[in-house]
């Protein structure tokens, strides 16, 4: 049954109706850009790198690892990493590679890798500077020292640990606080040369 003229949708304008396009305001591509923007900071930031192991109100897995009980030494390299990842791996590379012109190895370095720690936690401590022989390769760099910056004798303990145990295949012993605490009672002049660290007797 057709529809009669009475039935007919009217046009104002005579001419009959066609679907077609119209602009988006640009108000609205706005509002929607920033949205998507903000949803990528937020899941960058909230959702620890989509991995199932990781829930809220942690962010990444150290955070995880650090908030659930686990024995002390694990701890104390979870701490560690933590404070290289922040300090250390600015200048010596997050591989502990090093970067020409900037800082050495650590990984398979002799000085982090020597018996005992002595000379390595001194120079955490007190900072180096003149010529040093890592790995067959001469640097002559400043390293500034980083007892101020951490005063805690646990966490200069932690960090060594964790440089000396699991950064790269680095597989040497823990350092003790006790160790740190002594090298820092005795309150260097000035940062050390490799010269004086070399008269420190290995254990």
């Given amino acids: 049954m057709k529809p009669t003229d009475s039935q007919k949708p009217v046009n104002q304008n005579g001419a009959e109706p066609a679907a077609g396009f119209s602009a988006v305001p640009i108000w609205l591509v706005v509002i929607f850009g920033a949205l998507l923007y903000w949803c990528q900071i937020y899941l960058d930031g909230h ?13 990444d897995l150290n955070e995880v690892a650090l ?15 933590e404070i290289f990842e922040k300090t250390c791996s600015a200048c010596h590379q997050p591989t502990g590679l090093g970067k ?18 002595d000379r390595i936690a001194r120079i955490v401590l007190n900072g180096l500077t003149g010529p040093i022989t890592v790995k067959g390769q001469q640097w002559n760099l400043t390293m500034v020292p980083w007892r101020d910056v951490y005063p805690n004798d646990d966490d200069i303990a932690a ?8 950064l790269g295949d680095n597989n040497a012993s823990a350092i003790k606080p006790e160790l740190v605490k002594a090298a820092r ?19």
């Fill in 100 to 117: 020409e012109g900037t800082a050495p190895p650590l990984v398979g370095s002799e000085w982090v890798l020597a018996p005992g720690g």
């Fill in 47 to 59: 959702a620890g790198g989509f991995s199932k192991e990781v829930y809220a109100p942690y962010g």
């Fill in 67 to 81: 908030a659930n009980p686990q024995d002390p030494e694990a701890r104390m390299r979870a701490r560690g990493r």
């Fill in 159 to 166: 960090v060594l640990t964790y440089i000396r145990s699991k």
């Fill in 185 to 203: 009672a005795e309150s260097h002049p000035g940062p050390e040369t490799s010269d004086e660290l070399l008269r420190i007797a290995i254990q």
